[in-house]
C-alpha cells in the first residue's frame, strides 16, 4: 500500500495577526507549524501503514523553507517527503494549488490511497483536497474520522454536522481527515535524527510537467480583495443574579424580540 | 569553550520539550495525586526512545551523550517531577550494564532497558546500610553456576513496577565493602518479592518498594563487572545518578521559578503587581542565579563525563549545590505565592514537598561534601 499525504505549513494560529494597513496575515516571527489536520492525516497514514504495509510518502507544495513541514512529517515516521516548489506556483488558489499537487503526485504515479487533512488552518477552505481528487478522477470521501481498508476497497466513516455516515469506495481514492480522527503521535528521537538526514528533493514546475499558465497566481480564478476583521455586531448582554430571578428576565426579554 | 548546543542537540530537545508540554506537564498534578506508577507516561518514554539516550545504538539506544540524557532530564522533570524520577532511576540499572556488562548481557539485559520495554532499578540501600552504603548485608553465596541471594533492601525507586534490577549484595563478608558483587536480577526469579511501599512526603506515585530475597538463586552469569567488584560498579553507578538527581533538581527548580515569575507579574497588592517590589525582585534574581549555578555545574560534570574525564567529584557538587539550591529556590517560589502557595491550587505547594527529596536521595548532601572532600584533600596531597 502506497500512502500519500498532503500537507501545509502555516503560521501557528494562535501567533498570527492581521495587518490593518496591508490587509495580509503578519507572518514575520511567526512560528510555522504542520496544518493541524494534516497531522491528523499522517498519523492516519502511519496507522494505516503499520497495519497493512507498505510506504508513507509526504508531499507539500510551498516555499523552500516548507521543507521543514516535511522534516517534522518524516520524523513522525513518513518514509518519504517531496518539496514541490517553484517561483511558478507562487500565488496559487485552491485550483491551482490542486492542480499542481496532482501534477506531483501524477509523477509520483503509484499509490493507493491520498490523505489530505479537511482544511488549511489559514486559508479555511477546505478545496484542496477535493479538488485535488477531482484532477485526479478518482473517488473521494472527506470529513473522515475512521478510514478501513477492507479487500482492497476503503470504508470511512465520515463526522457530519448532526450524524455520522459510513461509506466505502474502491482504490485509490482521497479522504480528507478530521481532528478528532486520531491523536497524532510524537516525533520520537529516532525519527527527529532520521529526519535531520532525509533527503528531501525538491520538484519544479518543470520536473512536474505543470502547465505554468495553471499554476501560481496565473492560474488561479480566486482574487483575495481584502482580507479584514468583521466589526463587532451587537453586545451581547449577561444576565446576572437569582437563577429564577435571571430565567424570568430572559423570557421577558426573549418575548421582547418576539422570539417567544 | 563553547556554551552553546549543536543544532542536533537543539532539535532533540525541541521534540522532547514540545512532548513535555503536550503530556507530561497537564497531567503532572493528576500522577502526583494518583498514587500509582504512571505507566502511561513511562511507556511513551520508551516509545520516543528516552530510555536509552546513552546507550549505543545497537542495543538500541541513541548513541548520544549523559550531556543530552542530563538536559532531556531536567526538561521531564521540570514537565512531571515523578516522571523524570522515573527516568533517572532506570538508568541505574540501564548504566552498571551498558558499562560493566559483557556483550551477552548486554544483548539480553541492556535491549530491553534501552528501548524502554522493560524498567529497570537499582537496589543497595539497606535497614543498615544507607549513607554506609559498604555495610550491605544482603547475602550472595556462591552455589555452583548459581548465587544464593538472601536479604532485602528498602527505598528502591521503580520497585516492584521495573523488570531488572542492579542488585548489590555481598559475596564475602569477611572483606566488607571489598566483599560487594552487583547482580543482574529479573523480576519473577524464584525467591524475589515486594515488600512495604513507602508512604512519602511527596512523589506518591513513584514506587520505593521493599525487595525481599530468600533463597534467590541467581545464575553467576548475572554478575556485573566480577565478583568483589561491586564497590566500584555502585561508585560509579553513583556517581553518573548524582548527576541523574542534579538534573531532576535543575527541572524542578526551574518549574519553580517559572511559576513564581509568572504569580508575581499578576498578583496585585498595594495597587501594584508584586513583582513592582524589590524584596520580591530580589528573591527572583537570587532564584535564577541559583539555578544558572545549578544547571553549569551539572552540565559540566556530564560534560566531563562525556569527554572521559574524571567527573565524580563535580557530580557531587552539582548534586548538592542543585539540590539545596532548589530547596531554595522552592521554599522562595511559596513564599512568593503568600497564602496561595500554601495551598493545593498551586503547583508550588507540590514542589516545595518535593524539592527536599533531592538532598537526601543517591547520596546526602552531608555525603556529597564527605566526597568532595575527600577528593579535595587527595589532589592536595598530590601537589
Ligand atoms: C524517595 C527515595 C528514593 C530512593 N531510591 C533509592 C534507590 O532507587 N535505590 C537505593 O538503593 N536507595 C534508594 N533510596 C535510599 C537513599 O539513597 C537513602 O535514603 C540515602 O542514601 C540515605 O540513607 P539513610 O536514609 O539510611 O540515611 P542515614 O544514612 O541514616 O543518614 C541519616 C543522617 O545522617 C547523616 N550521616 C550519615 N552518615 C554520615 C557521615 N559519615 N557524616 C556525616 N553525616 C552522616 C546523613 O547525611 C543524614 O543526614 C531512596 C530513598 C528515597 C527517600
Not at chain 1, 525538491?202 to 497566481?217: K, P, S, V
Not at chain 1, 476583521?229 to 424570568?248: A, D, K, W, Y
Not at chain 2, 544482603?138 to 521503580?158: M, P
Request: one cysteine or more.
Amino acid at each position: 500500500m502506497n500512502f500519500i499525504v498532503c500537507i501545509k505549513q502555516v503560521p501557528d494560529t494562535t501567533e498570527v495577526r492581521i495587518d490593518p494597513e496591508t490587509n495580509t496575515l503578519v507572518r514575520e516571527g511567526v512560528p510555522s507549524i504542520i496544518n493541524p489536520f494534516d497531522e491528523n492525516a499522517i498519523e492516519a497514514a502511519l496507522q494505516l501503514k503499520e497495519k497493512h504495509g507498505g510506504k508513507v510518502m509526504v508531499i507539500t507544495m510551498g516555499p523552500p523553507q516548507a521543507e521543514k513541514a516535511l522534516r517534522e512529517a518524516v520524523a513522525m515516521g513518513a518514509d518519504e517527503a517531496i518539496l514541490i516548489s517553484d517561483r511558478a506556483f507562487a500565488g496559487s488558489d485552491t485550483l491551482a494549488t490542486s492542480y499542481t499537487l496532482a501534477q506531483a503526485i501524477r509523477r509520483i504515479g503509484d499509490y493507493d490511497l491520498i490523505l489530505c487533512g479537511k482544511q488549511a488552518f489559514d486559508g479555511d477552505t477546505a478545496q484542496v483536497g477535493p479538488g485535488l481528487a477531482e484532477q485526479l478522477g478518482i473517488p473521494q470521501v472527506t470529513y473522515a474520522i475512521e478510514a478501513e481498508i477492507e479487500d482492497k476497497g476503503l470504508r470511512v466513516k465520515r463526522l457530519l454536522e448532526d450524524r455520522f455516515e459510513v461509506v466505502e469506495t474502491r482504490l485509490p481514492a482521497l479522504i480528507t481527515c478530521v481532528k478528532q480522527m486520531n491523536e497524532p503521535r510524537h516525533a520520537g528521537l529516532k525519527g527527529v535524527m532520521k529526519a535531520r538526514k532525509a533527503e528531501i528533493p525538491t520538484w519544479t514546475a518543470e520536473d512536474i510537467q505543470a502547465d505554468t499558465a495553471r499554476c501560481g497566481l496565473d492560474g488561479s480564478p480566486t482574487n483575495v480583495v481584502r482580507i479584514f476583521t468583521p466589526e463587532r455586531g451587537r453586545e451581547g448582554e449577561r444576565l446576572e443574579g437569582e437563577c429564577s430571578e435571571v430565567v424570568h428576565t430572559l423570557i421577558q426579554r426573549l418575548r421582547e424580540a418576539k422570539v417567544l | 569553550m563553547d556554551f552553546a548546543f549543536t543544532e542536533e542537540q537543539q532539535e532533540i530537545f525541541a521534540a522532547v520539550r514540545e512532548f513535555c508540554d503536550d503530556v507530561l506537564k497537564p497531567r503532572a498534578q493528576e500522577v502526583d495525586e494518583a498514587g500509582e506508577y504512571p505507566w502511561d507516561n513511562v511507556r511513551q518514554l520508551g516509545k520516543l526512545d528516552l530510555m536509552g539516550i546513552p546507550a549505543p545504538e545497537e542495543y538500541g539506544g541513541m548513541g548520544l551523550g549523559f550531556l543530552e540524557w542530563a538536559v532531556i532530564g531536567e526538561l521531564l522533570s521540570g514537565a512531571c517531577t515523578t516522571t523524570g524520577a522515573i527516568y533517572g532511576a532506570h538508568m541505574l540499572a540501564e548504566y552498571p550494564i551498558m558499562h560493566f556488562g559483557t556483550d551477552e548481557q548486554k544483548q539480553k539485559f541492556l535491549a530491553p532497558l534501552a528501548t524502554g520495554e522493560k524498567i529497570g532499578a537499582f537496589g543497595l540501600t539497606e535497614p543498615d546500610a544507607g549513607s554506609d552504603a559498604g555495610n550491605v548485608q544482603t547475602r550472595a553465596e556462591r552455589d555452583g553456576d548459581e548465587y544464593i541471594l538472601n536479604g532485602s533492601k528498602l527505598f528502591i525507586s521503580n520497585g516492584g513496577d521495573a523488570e531488572l534490577y542492579v542488585i548489590i549484595a555481598n559475596a564475602d563478608p569477611s572483606r566488607g565493602m571489598r566483599g560487594l558483587t552487583a547482580f543482574i536480577v529479573e523480576k519473577g526469579t524464584p525467591g524475589f518479592d515486594f515488600g512495604k511501599d513507602e508512604q512519602k512526603m511527596a512523589f506518591k506515585s513513584l514506587s520505593n518498594r521493599e525487595l525481599i530475597f530468600t533463597d534467590c538463586r541467581v545464575p553467576a552469569a548475572n554478575i556485573l563487572h566480577k565478583e568483589k567488584g561491586g564497590f566500584r560498579v555502585t561508585m560509579q553507578t553513583l556517581a553518573v545518578g548524582r548527576i541523574g538527581m542534579a538534573v531532576g533538581a535543575v527541572g524542578l527548580a526551574q518549574a519553580a521559578y517559572d511559576a513564581a515569575v509568572a504569580y508575581a507579574q499578576t498578583r496585585v497588592q498595594f495597587d501594584q503587581p508584586i513583582s513592582g517590589f524589590q524584596a520580591i525582585q530580589f528573591k527572583l534574581a537570587d532564584m535564577a542565579t541559583d539555578i544558572e549555578c545549578s544547571r553549569l555545574l551539572t552540565y559540566q560534570a556530564a560534560w566531563r563525563k562525556d569527554e572521559g574525564l574524571d567527573f565524580e567529584k563535580q557530580a557531587a557538587m552539582a548534586k548538592v549545590f542543585a539540590s539545596e539550591a532548589c530547596s531554595r529556590v522552592c521554599n522562595e517560589a511559596v513564599q512568593i505565592h503568600g497564602g496561595y502557595g500554601y495551598t493545593k491550587e498551586y503547583a508550588v505547594e507540590r514542589y516545595f514537598r518535593e524539592a527536599k527529596l533531592f538532598e537526601i536521595v543517591e547520596g546526602t548532601s552531608e555525603i556529597q561534601r564527605l566526597v568532595i572532600a575527600n577528593r579535595l584533600l587527595k589532589e592536595a596531597k598530590l601537589r
